[in-house]
């Protein structure tokens, strides 16, 4: 089992920018794949940004080159540094951790809001 913490959330105006992280605890051996997903209000969940175990990332058109997501060293704390924010990437940021292939391994953090407004 693998716990996910998310923090950083928070209310800031259009053009700011804002981290997010997500800390993970427990058997890690299952995570191939790191990432933030999103979900606003009336809307389906959808990927923010991956990272993979060899580091290549992948973006949503959406976010890339305002975006960027990371990792410690240990693998163990997710980051997502998030410049230039719009009203639209208003909502809440949700951590994921799984293996590619097996979907037991298939862990999500309780969310984090993020509110973008003037």
């Known amino acids: 089992q693998v716990q996910l913490v998310e923090s950083g959330g928070g209310l800031v105006q259009p053009g700011e920018s804002l981290t997010l992280s997500c800390a993970a605890s427990g058997s890690m051996f299952s995570i191939q794949v790191m990432g933030w997903y999103r979900q606003a209000l009336g809307k389906q969940r959808e990927m923010v940004a991956e990272i993979f175990g060899g580091g290549a990332t992948n973006y949503a058109d959406f976010v890339k080159g305002r975006f960027t997501i990371s990792r410690d060293k240990t693998r163990t704390t997710l980051f997502l540094q998030m410049n230039s924010l719009r009203p639209e990437d208003t909502a809440v940021y949700y951590c994921?951790?799984?293996?590619?292939?097996?979907?037991?391994?298939?862990?999500w953090g309780q969310g984090t809001q993020v509110t973008v407004s003037s």
């Open positions: 994921r951790m799984y293996h590619v292939f097996e979907q037991r391994y298939n862990y």
